[in-house]
Every structure is written in C-alpha cells, then in structure tokens.
C-alpha cells in the first residue's frame, strides 16, 4: 500500500497535480458561452502581450495560432453594417496585396493608407472579445508585424472593451525601428540564460522530501542559486539628451501619423459618397469652403479634428526644437544620425546630395504647395476660412509630399528603407525635421492677423507668479526583452515570468522639475473665459509651446487660480516586463493628445535660458478650438535653469 501512495504522489509530481490542471484552450471555447469567454481583464490583458511578444518573428503560441488560422468573413461577427466597408479589405488579404511578414515596408507605399485603415477596420469593427481574438490573432501571423502594431494600437485604444487595458510602449514592442545598429546587435547577442535563475547542484530529492514537499506547498523543492537583480544594461547615452532622439516622443509621433492617415483615408471614402442635394438633384461642392462645411456636418467628424490637431503638435515640436538650438549653441537640422535598422536586417539609407541641394528640393515643394493653397483659397470670401482651407489641404497632401521628397532626394534602388520612409524614424533625419519647420512656417503665414475683439466684459491680469522653471536630463531604461532570442518562446505559454533580469538599452531624457504658476485676474463681471499658456522666445509671439489651457468661470473682482506641474518621474507606459509581472492592470489614466509630459518645459540653460510666458485669455471655443474672440493677453520674462 505504501509503494503505491509513492507511485501516485511521483505520479503527481511529474503531472503538475490537480492544482495545475490546465482549462480550455482559449480557441476551443463557445463564443456565445459567457462563462467560457476570458471576461477577466487580467486574462485580456495577458492576450494584447502574448500579441505583441517578439511580433517581428513568428508566433508560436499554439492557443493564439489556432484562433488566427482562418480568416473570419462572417457578418455576424462584425458591427452592424461593416461588412461594407470590410469587404475591399478582405479581397485585398485574398489576393496577397496585404504586405506579409518578413519583407520591407514603407509608410510611404502609395497602398499603404489602405492597408492601415483595411487592418484598423479589420480589428476595430469586430462584434465582441472573441471575434477580435480571431481577428488579431489572423493579423498577427499573416500581416506585416509593422502594420499590425500599427493598426492594433489605435483599435486597442477606441474599442470599448480593450480601452482600458495597457500596452507596452511601441518603442519596446519594435525596438529595431528606434534604437541605433549598435544597441540592437549588442542586444541578440545576449543570451536569455543570462536573464534566468540557476539552479544548485543537490542530490536527488527522496521519496521523504517529496512528500513533505505536498504537505508544505510553501516549502520549495529546489533551490536557487541568487542572482543579482540589477538589469543588463545596454549603454546608450549621449552628450546631450536631444529632443529628435527621443524614443517616447518618436512613438507618439507614428500613432499621431497613423491617426492622420486612416482620418485621411476615412474622408477619401466619404467623399465619394456623400454629395450636397438640392431638391432631388445632387450638386457638386462649388468650392473647397462648400466642401469642408459639409464635412463638418457629416456624421464622421474624425477628419475634421485631426488636421488642427497634426498642426498643433508641429508648431509643439519646432518651437521645442528651436528652443533646444538656441539653449545648446547647436543646430539640430545639422545633426549627424547613427544608423538604424529594420525589422528585415536592412540598414537604413540616406542621401547622396549635399545640403544645398537637399534645401532646394525643399523649396520647390514648399513652392508646389504654396500654389496650391493659392488656387484653393483664391475665391473664398470669408477670410477666417482660409486657416482652416489650408490645415486641411496640407494634412491631404501630408503622405503624398513625403513621397516625392523621398523619391526626390533618396538615390538607391527599390527595397532599401529611407528614414523617410517609416514614421517612427522621422524626428531623427534633420531633412524630415527642416521640412517640418517649413510646413509650420506656411501654414501660420495664412493665419488670419488679429483674433476678433470680444464684446464681453473683459477681465484684467493683476498678477502673476512662476515658480523656478528647471530642465534636467533623466536616465530613462527602455525593456529590450523583444529582441531577445527566439528560445524565449519554444513552449506554447511563454517563460518570460521565469526571468529574474532585465535587458534595457539605457539613454538619458529631458525632463522638467515640479513648478506651479499662480494667476490672479480681476473681472468687472461675471464671465466665462478660456486662460492658455504659452512659451515663446523673446520677441517673438509664434511659434510658441503650449503650456497649459483651462476653462473657468470669473466671479466678478479678484480671481486666483494657481496651476500645478508635476515632474515625470517614470516612463508614460509600464514595461512589457513589468506587465507580465502585474495580476490586476490598471489603467493609463487619461491619454494626452499633446507631446509626452516629459517634455512640457523645453531644455534651459545653465545661467538660464530667457523666454516669455505669454497669458491669453479668449472666449471658450467650441468643441476641439483652443481660441475664440480675444478678451485679453499680456506676457511676462521667465528663464529656465537645466542641470
């Protein structure tokens, strides 16, 4: 009787014991079973991971390959009414056009917008949780792992049963496309047993030991040897932490390219669609004034908010730009870039012309494009029309301008990668940056002079009070566990719990220290008005970097408001690591459509880097405008200190 209780509890042993008994395979469960379904949002969040676990190779979770193998083309798998706008999408993937793993992209492919949008769709519009686990699942395996991000991150973010899980930054799921040739070779060649425990010589445990190891589960059966927890460190700093090199605002930048062209291709449909009707006749648009209207107007209003939006954020970058010149002697159009490479092992390329030549290609787009706003704007007959004629022209042509200033400047054959070319790489090539700067210059040059006055009582400055302003540059660790070796993932359920160690490529950032500002206004009357804040450099009212905007009511007299600006003492987002670690994922609080918080104050200078804080108070705008009529603005001298 003995002997056999020893048989069974080795028995046990070696089968992992009732404890451990696996359940259903998340493919082989009911969709409509709601106990089936994995409706934790521990379980949810652990999917979007196992996803984007090492997603430039293949996946070989077999669960998850088993739920993408076949293309789901049922109707009632999807919103109602999407098989409409899905269905170019799904001939398309039978027809091979979809780019596949494994070859070369380009943000800059004339097909590419469809692919974007057709994948967004494929994800974003699907019925409930299992049929987007079909779906990412099917993208994963057959489309490009690029693509697939790209287009997986924006559908995580607006369906609502995935918003409020967490990603790992784009930066750490594709850290080929961020980090330099060096930091990535170094990184392969780091074997993921340097990242594991080992484990103690000792003699083979006896029947005794076993059995009390099941009596006292907190006992451990083996023992470790201990391992240094610091992370292996990849070392990537620089002299000077330069805003184009920084990996989080480079991420930010892609979503913000992607968001434009599915807004983009969104409209282009639209467009094609829809028509003004008179009586029972349809008319075409008279003019690009007529045409913008009645996109205002139409349902899909996704078009309309983006292409402010991309401007803002332009005028945000190149104003921090010429700040970061001004506070280190640099010229950052001048920089020298250090190579990158692809997901495909292909170095990116650059340019074989010399910078006078680079800048009079430049000039001859501005210059084609300058035309064009001209003939667009040329019959319109209320001038505050003409800002918003030309924001719209120009995100339009954002993608085509790229394309024949890529094709213009970049000399190689088909198949090798420029830095024009992929999104994420951009802020980098200063000839992307000089473009950037031009594209700011001409939009605001169609700035309609002067705001209106308003007619509302109009509130007065009495007061105002900057706490030290102070720049710093921050060691910032990036998780590189996406490059590591694919031995990672040879079980069906990867073993990344099991690492005690962390790679990281290791950089500095700018940062900003805690400030507040105190701002007492008088008001001879009760009124509702909007405050922004805004750095600028001295002299000089744009470009400018938005600080901080508000909407409050004034009581009638005296008026203190006092606004507080924390320091960012970690990343934006969790690690990968990190989130395979956490049992309960919380949330990201709320997602910021402005650069990363990090780089809210621009870099200062060690004797103090002089600006102007300029104070403007309008009458609330509607819904995605930051101005209305003007009520009052006044600026104040402020410098930024930098350790």
Same mark, same amino acid.
């Given at each position: 009787?003995?002997?056999?209780?020893?048989?069974?509890?080795?028995?046990?042993?070696?089968?992992?014991?009732?404890?451990?008994?696996?359940?259903?395979?998340?493919?082989?469960?009911?969709?409509?079973?709601?106990?089936?379904?994995?409706?934790?949002?521990?379980?949810?969040?652990?999917?979007?991971?196992?996803?984007?676990?090492?997603?430039?190779?293949?996946?070989?979770?077999?669960?998850?390959?088993?739920?993408?193998?076949?293309?789901?083309?049922?109707?009632?798998?999807?919103?109602?009414?999407?098989?409409?706008?899905?269905?170019?999408?799904?001939?398309?993937?039978?027809?091979?056009?979809?780019?596949?793993?494994?070859?070369?992209?380009?943000?800059?492919?004339?097909?590419?917008?469809?692919?974007?949008?057709?994948?967004?769709?494929?994800?974003?519009?699907?019925?409930?949780?299992?049929?987007?686990?079909?779906?990412?699942?099917?993208?994963?395996?057959?489309?490009?792992?690029?693509?697939?991000?790209?287009?997986?991150?924006?559908?995580?973010?607006?369906?609502?049963?995935?918003?409020?899980?967490?990603?790992?930054?784009?930066?750490?799921?594709?850290?080929?496309?961020?980090?330099?040739?060096?930091?990535?070779?170094?990184?392969?060649?780091?074997?993921?047993?340097?990242?594991?425990?080992?484990?103690?010589?000792?003699?083979?445990?006896?029947?005794?030991?076993?059995?009390?190891?099941?009596?006292?589960?907190?006992?451990?059966?083996?023992?470790?040897?201990?391992?240094?927890?610091?992370?292996?460190?990849?070392?990537?700093?620089?002299?000077?932490?330069?805003?184009?090199?920084?990996?989080?605002?480079?991420?930010?930048?892609?979503?913000?390219?992607?968001?434009?062209?599915?807004?983009?291709?969104?409209?282009?449909?639209?467009?094609?669609?829809?028509?003004?009707?008179?009586?029972?006749?349809?008319?075409?648009?008279?003019?690009?004034?007529?045409?913008?209207?009645?996109?205002?107007?139409?349902?899909?209003?996704?078009?309309?908010?983006?292409?402010?939006?991309?401007?803002?954020?332009?005028?945000?970058?190149?104003?921090?730009?010429?700040?970061?010149?001004?506070?280190?002697?640099?010229?950052?159009?001048?920089?020298?870039?250090?190579?990158?490479?692809?997901?495909?092992?292909?170095?990116?390329?650059?340019?074989?012309?010399?910078?006078?030549?680079?800048?009079?290609?430049?000039?001859?787009?501005?210059?084609?494009?300058?035309?064009?706003?001209?003939?667009?704007?040329?019959?319109?007959?209320?001038?505050?029309?003409?800002?918003?004629?030309?924001?719209?022209?120009?995100?339009?042509?954002?993608?085509?301008?790229?394309?024949?200033?890529?094709?213009?400047?970049?000399?190689?054959?088909?198949?090798?990668?420029?830095?024009?070319?992929?999104?994420?790489?951009?802020?980098?090539?200063?000839?992307?940056?000089? =473009?950037? +700067?031009? @594209?700011?210059?001409?939009?605001?040059?169609?700035?309609?002079?002067?705001?209106? /006055? !308003?007619? &509302?009582? #109009?509130?007065?400055?009495?007061?105002?009070?900057?706490?030290?302003?102070?720049?710093?540059?921050?060691?910032?660790?990036?998780?590189?566990?996406?490059?590591?070796?694919?031995?990672?993932?040879?079980?069906?359920?990867?073993?990344?719990?099991?690492?005690?160690?962390?790679?990281?490529?290791?950089?500095?950032?700018?940062?900003?220290?805690?400030?507040?500002?105190?701002?007492?206004?008088?008001?001879?009357?009760?009124?509702?008005?909007?405050?922004? =804040?805004? +750095?600028? @450099?001295?002299?000089?009212?744009?470009?400018?970097?938005?600080?901080?905007?508000? /909407? !409050?009511? &004034?009581? #009638?007299?005296?008026?203190?408001?006092?606004?507080?600006?924390?320091?960012?003492?970690?990343?934006?987002?969790?690690?990968?690591?990190?989130?395979?670690?956490?049992?309960?994922?919380?949330?990201?609080?709320?997602?910021?459509?402005?650069?990363?918080?990090?780089?809210?104050?621009?870099?200062?200078?060690?004797?103090?880097?002089?600006?102007?804080?300029?104070?403007?108070?309008?009458?609330?705008?509607?819904?995605?405008?930051?101005?209305?009529?003007? =009520?009052?603005?006044?600026?104040?001298?402020?410098?930024?200190?930098?350790?």
């Amino acid at each position: 009787m003995l002997r056999l209780t020893l048989v069974w509890l080795c028995f046990l042993d070696l089968g992992g014991g009732w404890s451990r008994s696996r359940s259903l395979p998340l493919w082989n469960r009911d969709p409509e079973d709601p106990i089936g379904r994995p409706a934790e949002q521990a379980e949810r969040q652990r999917f979007l991971l196992d996803l984007l676990l090492q997603v430039h190779k293949p996946l070989l979770h077999q669960e998850l390959t088993a739920m993408g193998s076949r293309l789901n083309e049922e109707p009632s798998d999807y919103q109602e009414g999407a098989m409409r706008s899905l269905r170019e999408f799904l001939d398309s993937v039978h027809e091979n056009k979809v780019p596949r793993p494994f070859g070369i992209y380009s943000q800059l492919d004339k097909a590419m917008p469809e692919h974007l949008l057709g994948v967004y769709r494929f994800l974003v519009l699907a019925r409930d949780w299992y049929s987007f686990q079909r779906n990412a699942c099917y993208a994963r395996i057959h489309f490009h792992p690029i693509l697939f991000v790209n287009a997986f991150q924006l559908a995580v973010d607006e369906r609502e049963d995935t918003k409020d899980l967490r990603l790992p930054a784009m930066y750490e799921v594709l850290p080929q496309l961020y980090f330099e040739e060096e930091v990535i070779l170094a990184a392969q060649e780091v074997s993921w047993q340097q990242l594991v425990p080992t484990r103690a010589a000792s003699p083979k445990s006896t029947w005794l030991e076993v059995l009390r190891g099941y009596l006292s589960p907190r006992r451990p059966l083996d023992k470790e040897e201990p391992l240094n927890a610091d992370a292996v460190v990849i070392d990537d700093e620089r002299k000077v932490a330069h805003l184009s090199f920084d990996v989080q605002l480079s991420s930010y930048w892609n979503n913000m390219i992607n968001r434009l062209t599915i807004s983009i291709e969104e409209w282009k449909e639209s467009e094609r669609d829809m028509r003004f009707v008179d009586g029972d006749r349809q008319m075409a648009f008279r003019g690009p004034t007529d045409e913008l209207k009645f996109q205002n107007q139409s349902p899909n209003r996704l078009y309309s908010r983006f292409p402010q939006l991309f401007f803002d954020v332009i005028e945000q970058f190149v104003t921090a730009l010429m700040m970061e010149d001004v506070a280190t002697g640099q010229i950052s159009m001048e920089l020298i870039d250090p190579p990158l490479i692809t997901t495909g092992g292909v170095p990116f390329t650059g340019t074989s012309m010399d910078t006078e030549a680079v800048r009079g290609v430049l000039s001859q787009t501005i210059d084609h494009l300058q035309a064009q706003i001209n003939d667009a704007v040329s019959n319109v007959t209320q001038p505050s029309d003409i800002p918003f004629i030309v924001q719209h022209l120009v995100a339009s042509q954002y993608l085509n301008i790229c394309r024949d200033l890529s094709l213009a400047i970049n000399d190689h054959g088909p198949g090798r990668p420029s830095m024009l070319d992929l999104a994420t790489a951009n802020l980098r090539d200063p000839i992307y940056r000089s =473009l950037l +700067l031009r @594209l700011n210059r001409l939009v605001f040059s169609y700035e309609v002079g002067a705001l209106p /006055v !308003s007619q &509302l009582p #109009k509130p007065s400055l009495e007061s105002i009070f900057v706490s030290q302003l102070r720049s710093f540059e921050q060691i910032i660790d990036t998780d590189l566990i996406n490059v590591m070796d694919q031995q990672l993932l040879q079980t069906h359920r990867n073993n990344l719990r099991l690492l005690r160690r962390r790679l990281v490529a290791r950089q500095r950032r700018l940062n900003h220290g805690t400030f507040h500002i105190t701002v007492e206004l008088s008001a001879p009357a009760e009124v509702s008005v909007q405050t922004d =804040l805004y +750095l600028a @450099l001295r002299n000089q009212s744009r470009p400018r970097l938005h600080l901080d905007g508000f /909407v !409050s009511t &004034l009581r #009638k007299g005296i008026n203190v408001f006092q606004r507080h600006f924390p320091s960012c003492t970690r990343g934006s987002r969790p690690t990968m690591s990190q989130l395979y670690g956490t049992n309960s994922p919380a949330t990201d609080g709320t997602r910021s459509r402005g650069l990363p918080p990090h780089l809210l104050v621009p870099r200062g200078a060690e004797e103090g880097l002089k600006l102007q804080l300029i104070i403007e108070l309008t009458e609330p705008g509607l819904e995605n405008e930051w101005s209305g009529a003007i =009520l009052h603005t006044e600026s104040t001298d402020v410098l930024i200190f930098h350790h």
